[in-house]
C-alpha cells in the first residue's frame, strides 16, 4: 500500500467512525462503498477489510456501554453466539457469490437501512413514551432470540456489515428490553459478527491488513470526534438521521446504476 492510499484509508475510516459517533447505527454501511471506490479494493476484499474494521469499531464503543451498565448479558451473549454460526454461514456465501452481484443486493439493503432510519427517530420517540416493559428474557424469549440471531448473523456476514440496525430491531422483538439495553448489548454482536466474517475473508486472502488497520486508525480518530459532537447536536437527532439516510440513498443509487449489469439491467 503506497502513501496516497494509506492516507485514503484513514479518511475514509475517519468518516465512518465519525458517522458512527455522530449518529450511532447504520454509520459502518458506508465502509465497504468506501474501501470499494475511493481505496481501490475488490468487492470481496472491500467486504473482508470493511468487516474487520466495524468489528474493532463495534468492540471499542461496546466496552463504553459495557462499563455504563447498558448491556444485558444473558441476551447479548446468546445472540452473539448463535449469530456467529449464521455470519460464518453467510460469510462462505458471500465468498462464493458474483462481486457485482453481491454488491447490487448490497445497495438495496442500503436503501432498506435508510428506510430504517429515518423511522428510527419517531420508533424510539415512541418506545420511550410507552416506557418499554421488558419480558423475562427466559423461556419463549430465549428461542426468539436463537431465531433472530441466526437470520441476522447470516446476513451479516453474506454483506461483511455488522448488522446493527438489524440487531436492534431483533433483541426487542425477542426480548423486549429497553431500547437503551438493546443498542449496548448489539455491539457484543456487531463486533463478534465482524470478526467472524473477516477471519472466514481472510483465510481466502481477502483482506487486506494495511489498509485495515490504517481504516481502524482513522476509524477511532473519527469515532471520538464524532461522539464529541453528538454531545453538542443531541437535540438534532432526528435532522442528522435524515441527512445521512439522504447520503446512504445516494451511494446506494450509485452502486446500483454501477452493478446493474451483474442481473442484466445494465
Not at 111 to 123: E, S
Request: hydrophobic share 55%; glycine share 16%.
Amino acid at each position: 500500500m503506497d502513501l496516497w492510499h494509506a492516507v485514503l484509508a484513514v479518511l475514509c475510516g475517519g468518516l465512518v467512525g465519525f458517522t458512527l459517533g455522530l449518529i450511532g447505527g447504520g454509520g459502518s454501511i458506508l465502509a465497504t462503498p468506501l474501501l470499494l471506490y475511493v481505496v481501490g479494493l475488490g468487492p470481496h476484499q472491500a467486504i473482508g477489510t470493511g468487516a474487520l474494521a466495524v468489528s474493532v469499531n463495534a468492540f471499542a464503543n461496546f466496552g463504553g456501554h459495557a462499563r455504563a451498565g447498558n448491556v444485558r448479558w444473558p441476551s447479548a451473549i446468546l445472540f452473539a453466539l448463535v449469530g456467529v454460526l449464521g455470519a460464518v454461514i453467510g460469510s462462505s456465501l458471500g465468498k462464493s457469490f458474483d462481486g457485482q452481484r453481491l454488491l447490487f443486493l448490497f445497495a438495496i439493503l442500503m436503501v432498506v437501512i435508510g428506510v430504517l432510519m429515518l423511522r428510527r427517530g419517531r420508533r424510539e420517540t415512541d418506545r420511550a413514551r410507552r416506557g418499554a416493559p421488558a419480558r423475562p428474557e427466559g423461556g419463549r424469549s430465549a428461542v426468539r432470540v436463537i431465531a433472530a440471531a441466526l437470520a441476522v448473523g447470516t446476513l451479516a456476514g453474506f454483506f461483511g456489515i455488522g448488522g446493527g440496525f438489524l440487531i436492534v430491531p431483533g433483541l426487542l422483538f425477542s426480548t423486549g428490553m429497553p431500547m437503551i439495553f438493546a443498542v449496548g448489548s448489539s455491539l457484543l454482536a456487531v463486533g463478534s459478527f465482524g470478526l467472524t466474517t473477516a477471519v472466514n475473508y481472510a483465510r481466502s486472502g481477502l483482506v487486506d491488513w494495511p489498509v485495515a488497520a490504517a481504516y481502524v486508525a482513522g476509524g477511532l480518530t473519527g469515532g471520538l470526534l464524532g461522539m464529541l459532537l453528538a454531545l453538542r447536536l443531541a437535540a438534532r437527532r432526528a435532522v442528522l438521521d435524515r441527512i445521512f439516510a439522504a447520503l446512504v440513498f445516494a451511494v446506494a443509487a450509485y452502486m446500483l446504476y454501477r452493478n446493474a449489469a451483474a442481473i442484466g439491467l445494465g
